[in-house]
C-alpha cells in the first residue's frame, strides 16, 4: 500500500520475505530498494498517468529478490475509496511471473522456429511436386509416343525420392521441436500473491474500509 505520491505505507510479510527489504527500509527508501532504476521510473509514470484517468495501472516490472536476482513480477495497482471525495491510498498487487514469462519466451521462439520450418518445407516441396506435375502431363501426351515413357517414369520415380526424403527430414524436426512445446500456454498469472489485500495485517484493515 502506498501513499498518493506513491510512497511505501505498508508491505505484508510476504513482500518481505520475498525482497529481504524491511518495511522500515522500504519507506525509508521506496520502490528504489526493490526495483531496477529504470522500472522504478516506469511504475511512477503508470501511476501519475492512472491518477489523472482510470485510477488503476498494469504493467511488468524486474522486482529485485532478496538473492539480488531480477524477477520479472506483473503489478496492478487501484486507487483505494476514500469516504471523503477522492482516494487516499493506492493499493498494489504484484506477482511473481518470472517462470511463466520465461516458458512465454521459449515457446514464442519454439513457434517461430516451427513457422520457419513449414514455411522451407512449403517451399522445398514446390520444385519436386512442379516437376511431377509435368512429368504427368507429358505421360499424358505420350500415348502417341510411347518411345518417351520410361525416361518420364523415371524422372516420376526420382521426384517421388526426393520427396519422400524431405517429408521424413522434416517429420523428424517437426518432432524434435514438438518435444520442447508445453501442452498448453503458460499462465500470465499465478494465484500466489506477494502483496494483495486480504494479506494485510488485522490492525491495517481498517484503513481499507
Not at 511505501?8 to 520475498?18: G, L
Not at 514455411?119 to 502417341?144: C, E, F, G, I, K
Not at 519422400?164 to 512445446?181: F, H, K, P
Request: contains cysteine.
Amino acid at each position: 500500500m502506498t501513499s498518493l505520491d506513491g510512497a511505501p505505507v505498508f508491505a505484508n510479510r510476504a513482500w518481505i520475505a520475498f525482497t529481504g527489504v524491511s518495511l522500515e527500509r522500504f519507506r525509508a527508501s521506496g520502490w528504489a530498494a526493490v526495483l531496477a532504476p529504470a522500472d522504478d521510473a516506469a511504475l511512477q509514470r503508470a501511476r501519475r498517468e492512472a491518477d489523472t484517468t482510470s485510477g488503476a495501472f498494469r504493467l511488468h516490472l524486474r522486482v529485485r529478490r532478496f538473492d539480488e536476482t531480477l524477477r520479472q513480477c506483473a503489478v496492478h495497482g487501484e486507487l483505494m475509496p476514500s469516504p471523503h471525495e477522492g482516494a487516499e491510498r493506492w493499493i498494489v498487487w504484484i506477482v511473481d511471473t518470472h517462470e511463466q514469462r520465461s516458458r512465454q519466451a521459449e515457446l514464442a521462439a519454439a513457434l517461430q522456429r516451427r513457422d520457419a520450418c513449414l514455411s522451407a518445407y512449403a517451399h522445398d516441396l514446390r520444385n519436386p511436386l512442379q516437376t511431377m506435375r509435368h512429368s504427368v502431363y507429358a505421360l499424358q501426351l505420350s500415348d502417341h509416343s510411347p518411345a518417351g515413357r520410361p525416361q518420364l517414369l523415371q524422372v516420376l520415380e526420382r521426384q517421388i525420392e526426393v520427396l519422400a526424403r524431405r517429408t521424413q527430414q522434416y517429420i523428424d524436426e517437426w518432432r524434435m521441436m514438438s518435444e520442447g512445446l508445453p501442452s498448453e500456454m503458460p499462465s500470465e498469472m499465478p494465484t500466489e500473491m506477494l502483496a494483495r489485500p486480504d494479506a494485510l495485517p488485522t490492525e491495517a484493515k481498517p484503513e481499507l474500509e
